[in-house]
Each structure stands twice: as structure tokens, then as C-alpha cells.
């Protein structure tokens, strides 16, 4: 008998495991769908998405500038000496241009975002549910859903692709910064290369995956901070906890939604 | 009074993993009036008001709002009725992103279709009212405790609700600022006719504007009633608590509290039937409260109180006694007195007050209209208590009237 009850408890551990993962991805589906919904509902909360835009958008123009620069600049050596192997050089554009614009762009401005703004939503809104704020909101008959999420929804959705075009452009420029001023490729060869390699379908993966991208940080991030009261811990451990959870969980989905958007779009 | 309770708990139950918090609470709540929730810390007191406006649905048990459970509520329905709603919450719970001036307008903001110079009318007003100056770009963090709960009181009220719940409106508030809290939600109550839920720790401050009072512990309600009976309540449970928060003296004023007062009367009344020592009692109510809440502000209105009282404090002997009898009334007990030495008592009175501090207060206006009642009476041998009250309470005429 112990023997069959010490089989079966790791396989009901996992089935509850499962089973709490499951109503965990469909609540935040729904949470999302809700947010989604009532960024339209009218009267537009036009300067909360303002505010939104500048916080995630504007506030991360130079991390990404910066991260994007060196993507670039590493990918132009790396590609330089990779190419010099087989004596192309000359294709040094595209081996920077094509990956920065496909998955390096998407992916590391997610991360990125994560780290400077999602970290931010989720401990904001985590401490607004432990002082009361949200319960507050609701008091007022105010849809904190409407209120907190579906700004920072719209706010992520216009801001993730314009960031990551962002971090595309200033990353063919580190690479030119390497290729051609480094180590001498020509420049009219390295942006003539950029441009006859890269074509439409290229972009729009890219911009594709910066919108999944969106919807992916800012629902995990939002969802962690709004149901930190459903924790075990309570308080500033609560709050601490969704920030960690919101950060890692939202850094792992995204690169297995990257795999697995790659794998459909190529 | 209806006789249909306007909110119902109808053996509520409320667990939070192993710890039952509400255990059966059958509560009332008339249209109305104001109710106030006592009992020790930790009781549950606030998970009950929480269970009142939807925050937390019961685990056992309904709540019924016009003899309908919420529960069976449709969407629009309970939204209707939350607008009706107003809480405040006992941390605040004030939006740590938005200014001073911009929590109060968010409720007006973004549920009401007022035009702009509107909101800030109301809000202005609100504010001016609660005594908050110069503090409308400031930011909760930048806020004392008791002005964040004046933030909050004012956040609560600012959309004229019809029932307003408050989960400890005054704690951590001065005496004179707590008095103009309580004296602010028995002025709106009277004036709007509002229905208030107060959880509330400040006896016996609270029953002088509380209509019914309900006591919770371990889980149930053990008490409920009129200010009055529950004074008078014969269960150990409920005497024990009032006694142990009540202090001797009333946190205003200074003078001695109600229940010492009281005490003190029956003294005096059995001194003349076993001795037939002569006392009198005065009592002094200022007559315009009210209005000079309206005009001068709460804080202003209760800080003349507070110097009126000092006022009383300073004329009397040291054998004399005078208490808080009611909001606006105190009363004087004057030993070894009859009624002609009572009268002249008051004349003295009368006469120094052209000199007292009472209109020193920060929000002095022109156009008030300061007046107090006196009725004087002298207690017999065969005279009961409460009709000597009586009597004092009919006889009261004009004693002192200031015009500025």
C-alpha cells in the first residue's frame, strides 16, 4: 500500500501542478481579453495612455539605444570574422541586419522593457492592491481592470514596436560601427547589403513578434502585481514576490513564444 | 423609522483559511441613520463593512439589500447600487500617484459627467470643509496621518452618497480635528440624510452621533441598540469594553465624561436624600452650532466648543462638576446650591464672557451669531434624575448672544 501511495503522490502532484497551470494561463487570458476590451470603452483614457507611452516608451528610448548599439557592434564583429572565414565579407550587412531585425530586435527589446518597466508595472500595481488602492477603486465604482491595465495594455502595444524598430536601426548602425569603421568592410557595400537582404516578410516577423511580445509583458507583469493579495505572502514579501515572479516568468515565456512564433513565421 | 432594514446580515459567515472571522452576524442597518460597528481590535469589524459594500462575498449566510440578497444581484444592479456607496478605508487607501486635489476629484472624474469648474467647485468645498489648506498639489507621501484620513473622509463624501461606511474615521486625530470629523458626519447626515455604517473605537464620542450601536465579538454581534441602552446594557461583555475605552475625561473639552457626570449626579442626589444638601444643575447648550459650523468650518466650530467649555471649566468651584452632556450641551452641577445662587452663577458667566477666549479660533469669520441657552434647576427629594433634566432642558432661555 505505501509503496502505491508513494507512487501515485508524485504523479497527483503533478496533476495538481498541471491543473493550476492550466486555470493560471486561463485566467490571465482573461485578464487580458478584459483589459483588451476596455481600452475602447468610452471616454478614452487619453492621458493615462499618454502617460503610459512615456513611461514605457520614452523612458526606455536611450537603454534601448544603448543595448541596440552594442547588439550591433557585437554582431559585426562576430559576423566579420565568421564571414572571413569563407571570404564574404562583403555580406557582413545582412549577417547584421537579418538577425537583429528577425530576433535579436524583438527579443532583447522585451527583455529590456521587462527589466526597466514591467519590473516597475507589476511591483506599482502590487503595491496599490496591498494598501487597499484597488479595493479602493472598486469602492468607487471605478473598473480597476479599465483603470490600471487596459492604459498600460495600449501604452505596450504601440510602444514594443516602435522600440524594437528602434533598436533594429541604431543596431545596423553598431554594425557598421564595427564592420566598416573597425575593420574596414565597405560602408556603401555594408548598407547596400542591409538593403537588398532585408525584405518586407523580415520586418513584419519582427514587428509581429514585438506586438506577441507586448501582450506577453504587460499581461504576465500587470497579472503578477494585481493578484499579489492571492499570495500566501502577504504585504512588502507579497509585493517582492509578484516583481521576481513577473520578471522571470515574463523573460522565459518570451523566449519560448519567440521559438515557437519563429518556428511558424519562417 | 421603516421598519424595513435598508442593509441586512443574515448569518454572515466569513473564514479566512482556519480562522472563522464572522461566525453568524445578523446586524440591521436602517435608512437614515447613522450605526456604529464597536468591539475590540481584530473582531472582524472591518471584514463586516467589507462584506456591506461586495469587497468580500460571505463564505455562509447573505447580505440583503432592501430585503435582496446581493448574491442574486444582476451586473447593472449591483452596479447601480455601488454608486450609491462611499467607503472609507482605515489605511486610506489614497492614491499614491495622484495629488491631494486630484484624489478627491476622481470619483467626480470618472463617474459623474460634471464639467470641469464643477469638480473643483465640490472639491474646493470638500477641502475647505476638512479644514485641508494648501495642500492640493501635495502627494499622500508628503501627508501626516491625520490629514490623510481628512483626504480620505473627504474623497468619501465628496460625491454625496447615500450610505457612507467608514472603518475608523478619527484614529490618530487630535481631539479638536476627531470632534470635527464626528461633527462633520452628524452635520452631513442631518443635512443629506445619509445612511452611515462608522466602526469606531472613540466612546463615547461615537454615541453622541450614532442613532444605533452594534458590538461584535468572537464573530457574532452581542449588542444591539440605541446609544442609550447600550450605556445602560447589563451584559458583562459589552460594559467591560465601554468602560475600558472610556476615559474620565471627554477628549474635547476637557471636562469630565458622560458616564463620570452621570455618576457624579446620582452623589449629589443621594447627598440631599439622606442630608438634604441642596444642589442645582445648569444646563448650557450652544444654541447655533450649526450654523456656525456652516459658516467658520468644523474645526473652527468645534475649537470655540472646546474654548466655551474652558470657559465654563474656569468659572466654577473646585466642589462643582460640569461634563459633556451632548454635542452642543454641558452641563454644570452645583453642590450646596439652590436655584437663585445657580442664577447668579450663570450671570457671573455671563458677564465674563466678553472677556474669554472663545472666539480665538483660526477660522474666524464676521457674520456668526454665537448664542447660549441656560436652564437652571433645582433638584427635590422625591425629584428623579431624568426628570430633573427635564426640567433643566425646558426651562432654558437665552443667556448669552454675540453677534461679530
Not at chain 2, 454572515?12 to 461566525?23: D, H, I, S, Y
Not at chain 2, 469594553?241 to 465624561?257: K, R
Request: net charge neutral.
Amino acid at each position: 500500500m505505501d509503496f502505491l501511495v508513494t507512487l501515485k503522490s508524485p504523479i497527483s502532484a503533478l496533476g495538481q501542478q498541471t491543473i493550476t497551470i492550466i486555470r493560471d494561463l486561463g485566467r490571465i487570458f482573461l485578464f487580458f481579453c478584459e483589459g483588451f476590451v476596455l481600452i475602447f470603452t468610452l471616454p478614452l483614457q487619453i492621458s493615462k495612455f499618454k502617460q503610459q507611452i512615456y513611461f514605457i516608451g520614452m523612458k526606455s528610448v536611450f537603454v534601448i539605444c544603448l543595448t541596440g548599439a552594442f547588439t550591433g557592434m557585437v554582431l559585426g564583429l562576430q559576423g566579420y570574422y565568421a564571414l572571413l572565414r569563407v571570404g564574404s565579407t562583403g555580406y557582413l550587412g545582412a549577417a547584421v541586419a537579418i538577425p537583429l531585425i528577425r530576433e535579436m530586435g524583438p527579443v532583447l527589446t522585451a527583455i529590456m522593457v521587462i527589466a526597466r518597466g514591467g519590473s516597475a508595472m507589476a511591483a506599482e500595481i502590487g503595491i496599490m492592491r496591498v494598501s487597499e488602492q484597488i479595493d479602493a477603486l472598486e469602492t468607487m465604482d471605478i473598473n480597476p481592470i479599465r483603470f490600471l491595465i487596459s492604459p498600460r495594455i495600449a501604452a505596450a502595444l504601440v510602444c514594443f514596436p516602435m522600440l524594437t524598430a528602434l533598436f533594429d536601426v541604431v543596431g545596423i548602425f553598431g554594425g557598421y560601427l564595427t564592420g566598416s569603421v573597425l575593420l574596414g568592410v565597405n560602408p556603401s557595400l555594408y548598407f547596400s547589403r542591409v538593403e537588398s537582404s532585408v525584405n518586407m516578410e523580415d520586418i513584419t516577423e519582427g514587428f509581429i513578434k514585438a506586438i506577441v511580445f507586448a501582450v506577453v509583458v504587460v499581461t504576465i507583469c500587470c497579472f503578477q502585481g494585481y493578484y499579489t493579495h492571492m499570495r500566501t505572502e502577504f504585504g512588502a514579501k507579497g509585493v517582492s514576490l509578484s516583481t521576481t515572479r513577473a520578471v522571470v516568468f515574463s523573460c522565459v515565456v518570451i523566449l519560448i513564444v519567440d521559438y515557437v512564433l519563429t518556428s511558424f513565421l519562417l | 423609522m421603516s421598519t424595513q432594514p435598508l442593509i441586512e446580515l443574515n448569518n454572515t459567515v466569513k473564514r479566512f483559511g482556519e480562522n472563522t472571522v464572522l461566525n453568524g452576524v445578523n446586524l440591521s442597518i436602517f435608512r437614515g441613520e447613522i450605526t456604529s460597528i464597536i468591539g475590540k481590535s481584530g473582531v472582524g469589524k472591518s471584514v463586516l463593512l467589507k462584506h456591506i459594500i461586495g469587497l468580500f462575498e460571505p463564505d455562509g449566510g447573505e447580505v440583503l439589500y432592501e430585503g435582496k440578497p446581493l448574491s442574486s444581484m444582476k451586473r447593472a444592479e449591483k452596479k447601480a447600487l455601488k454608486r450609491k456607496f462611499s467607503y472609507m478605508f482605515q489605511e486610506s487607501a489614497l492614491f499614491d500617484f495622484l495629488s491631494v486635489f486630484e484624489n478627491i476629484a476622481l470619483p467626480l472624474q470618472e463617474t459623474t459627467s460634471y464639467p470641469e469648474a464643477e469638480i473643483h467647485r465640490r472639491v474646493r468645498d470638500k477641502m475647505h470643509q476638512l479644514d485641508l489648506h494648501k495642500v492640493d498639489g501635495k502627494y499622500p507621501s508628503q501627508l501626516s496621518g491625520g490629514m490623510k484620513k481628512r483626504v480620505a473622509l473627504a474623497r468619501a463624501l465628496v460625491t454625496d452618497p447615500e450610505i457612507v461606511l467608514f472603518d475608523e474615521p478619527t484614529t490618530g486625530l487630535d481631539p479638536i480635528r476627531k470632534s470635527a470629523v464626528h461633527s462633520m458626519i452628524s452635520d452631513y447626515q442631518k443635512r443629506f440624510g445619509f445612511t452611515g455604517i462608522i466602526v469606531s473605537h472613540e466612546i463615547p464620542d461615537i454615541f453622541f452621533i450614532s442613532q444605533r450601536v452594534a458590538m461584535i465579538d468572537a464573530g457574532r454581534i452581542v449588542f444591539e441598540g440605541t446609544p442609550e441602552e447600550i450605556q445602560k446594557a447589563s451584559d458583562p461583555v459589552v460594559q467591560n469594553f465601554i468602560q475600558g475605552l472610556e476615559s474620565p475625561h471627554d477628549d474635547l473639552t476637557g471636562v469630565a465624561s458622560q458616564s463620570l457626570g452621570q455618576k457624579r449626579l446620582q452623589q449629589e442626589m443621594s447627598r440631599l436624600q439622606r442630608h438634604e444638601i441642596p444642589f442645582s444643575i445648569v444646563l448650557l447648550s450652544i444654541d447655533n452650532l450649526e450654523d456656525i459650523d456652516r459658516i467658520a468650518g468644523h474645526v473652527a466650530c468645534q475649537t470655540m466648543l472646546k474654548n466655551f467649555a474652558n470657559h465654563v471649566k474656569q468659572n466654577i468651584y473646585i466642589t462643582d462638576t460640569c461634563f459633556r452632556y451632548d454635542m452642543n450641551k454641558i452641563l454644570v452641577i452645583l453642590p450646596d446650591t439652590n436655584s437663585s445662587q445657580a442664577k447668579l452663577f450663570c450671570e457671573k458667566l455671563s458677564r465674563n464672557m466678553e472677556n474669554a477666549a472663545v472666539f480665538e479660533t483660526p477660522d474666524f469669520t464676521s457674520g456668526l451669531c454665537y448664542s447660549v441657552r441656560a436652564g437652571i434647576a433645582q433638584a427635590k427629594k422625591d425629584s428623579q434624575l431624568q426628570s430633573l433634566l427635564e426640567n433643566a432642558e425646558a426651562r432654558q432661555q437665552l443667556f448669552y448672544e454675540c453677534r461679530i
